[in-house]
């Protein structure tokens, strides 16, 4: 039981109301990991209603919520104690639902009422956040004033929002370094670390650099074991496997995300890039029926209005269905520059297929073709793309390289995925690729060095093995076990396998053990033949 909870308990015997609440307050604003405040939050049922509904009580819900990032009870909050005491938080929830104007008018008043020091750097930051939305001159000097002023945590958290700004603004490079310094600031959050990651790789995908994203990805993967920091990759997972041609591996996060994401609004979107996988990987009719069950998360595939009926629009005439895709765009809102763009590209190609006069791009759509990074988007509209004069290019091609020159290790698209070379799926996966891409059950037996001392054991070993490496590699189907033989799937390229040079033959997949490897070593050593 963590100090806080033990002192709060203390206060309730003592049936302390005011310094109970002035205890709440104090340890959300002063804990430096968000998850620390959430068993906190899971006591509150102890404390009596009557001083939670006072003044005091709200303000210590709001922190207590604000500080562990429980947005839904914070809005529930807001709505049963309108006290202008609570504007601050408004002011927060506004700007996260891209409420600009209301955000700022909220902040400009409630910084005059702000009583201590960590709720001025709250509102200072909610400021500085509005005026970037609504593009006022000074957005950035609000956010250096705080920066400049802020005790670490605070000053960490305003980066974070600063970055994302910049990023808005198209500034990546300023917002890389932003997010850079808030690692350092927040290093004792894996919650707000793992959003800083995140970010980081969408700033990577922006700007065309796929190796930095992977490596953020690794990094943030490192941090978010499970749980809900896990549950905050699926996004960037999908977008950065969809953007690398991974498109088993987008589908297969698509497909899992169902089971771990509550929010609409994100669910609906790695859905959306499920619907494009599968365009891509030429299943246009299911892509149509995952695009509308995005549509459907939203409640508008019938009717309404909402941006992700341009990716159904999009769906409908990669398959060809024009008069379902003209309806659609019918009803697409373009409120966003992104938005906007997908809108147009849909309409623009709705021309193209109808025949008619070729879709005229105003100088900011002119703009934004010129520096188009969505790789899907050159895939799914090449004729278009090249009649606009936008350079298209090829997907960039999926490989997968092992070397056994030493330890198995294995890279897919340049990056180095985390395998352990002693465990029992190496020795598969090396076994495998020497083997030219399958084996049967019965040599996979023989040739490893399972656990396990009775044929029954070392059948489960094998099975694990299978189940370790296909999630090593991404996707259920990247091992498939079909009438007695394992194969490796053939969506990526494998190249060949690296191996040791001559007269080191003991090198290959070093530490290793397996039968197959110790006949291998000896058999090229007697023969002195050439790898």
Partial sequence: MSDSLITLRQLLLLDDAEGTLHHLIHTAQDVHKAADVLPIIAAIPEVPQDWLDSDLGGLALAWLYFRGMQHRQLDDLLDSQPTEQLLPFRAHLHLIHRRSELALNIARFSIIQTPDRPTRWLTLTQLAG??????????????????????????????????????????????????????????????????????????????????????????????????????ELFFPRSLLTLSLSQYPITLHTATVARAHISAVERLAEIRVHGAQALALMGQPFE??????????????????????????????????????????????????????????????????QAGGEPLPPSD?????????????????????????????????????????????????????????????????????????????????????????????????????????????????????????????????????????VGGREDFFCEGRFDPWVLEWRQERSLAGLPN
């Fill in 130 to 231: 509005a005026a970037a939305m609504l593009d006022l001159s000074n957005w950035k000097q609000l956010y250096r004033f705080q920066i400049t002023h802020a005790t670490p945590l605070y000053r960490g958290m305003a980066r974070v929002q600063f970055a994302f700004d910049l990023q808005h603004h198209q500034q990546s490079a300023e917002a890389t370094i932003e997010l850079t310094l808030a690692l350092r600031d927040l290093q004792q959050d894996p919650t707000t670390t793992t959003y800083v990651y995140r970010t980081l790789i969408a700033i990577a995908l922006d700007t065309n650099r796929p190796a930095a994203a992977l490596s953020s990805l690794r990094r943030a993967d490192s941090i978010a074991q499970d749980g809900l920091l896990a549950s």
């Fill in 287 to 352: 892509a149509i029926l995952m695009a509308q069950e995005a549509a459907s998360l939203h409640r508008v595939l019938d009717s309404g209005r909402h941006a992700i009926l341009n990716h159904l629009a999009l769906a409908y005439l990669h398959a060809g269905d024009l008069p379902r895709a003209q309806e659609a765009l019918s009803r697409a809102d373009s409120y966003s520059q992104h938005a906007g763009t997908l809108s147009w590209l849909a309409r623009a190609e709705c021309a193209r």
């Fill in 364 to 500: 900011a759509i002119r703009g934004q073709l010129a520096t188009l990074r969505w790789s899907w988007v050159r895939a799914y509209l090449p004729v278009l793309l090249e009649h606009y004069g936008v350079v298209t290019f090829a997907p960039p091609e999926w490989t997968v390289r092992v070397s056994l020159a030493g330890p198995v290790r294995v890279w897919m698209s340049g990056d180095e995925l985390p395998l352990r070379s002693t465990r029992p799926e190496a020795g598969l996966l090396a076994l495998l690729v020497v083997a030219g891409g399958q084996v049967s059950r019965e040599r996979a037996l023989d040739a490893l060095d399972l656990p396990g001392k009775t044929p029954t054991a070392r059948r489960k070993a094998l099975s694990a093995a299978v189940a370790a490496l296909r999630e090593l590699l991404g996707w259920p189907d990247a091992l498939r076990v079909e009438g007695g033989v394992l194969r490796l799937s053939d969506a990526p390229r494998w190249e060949d396998p690296s191996f040791p």
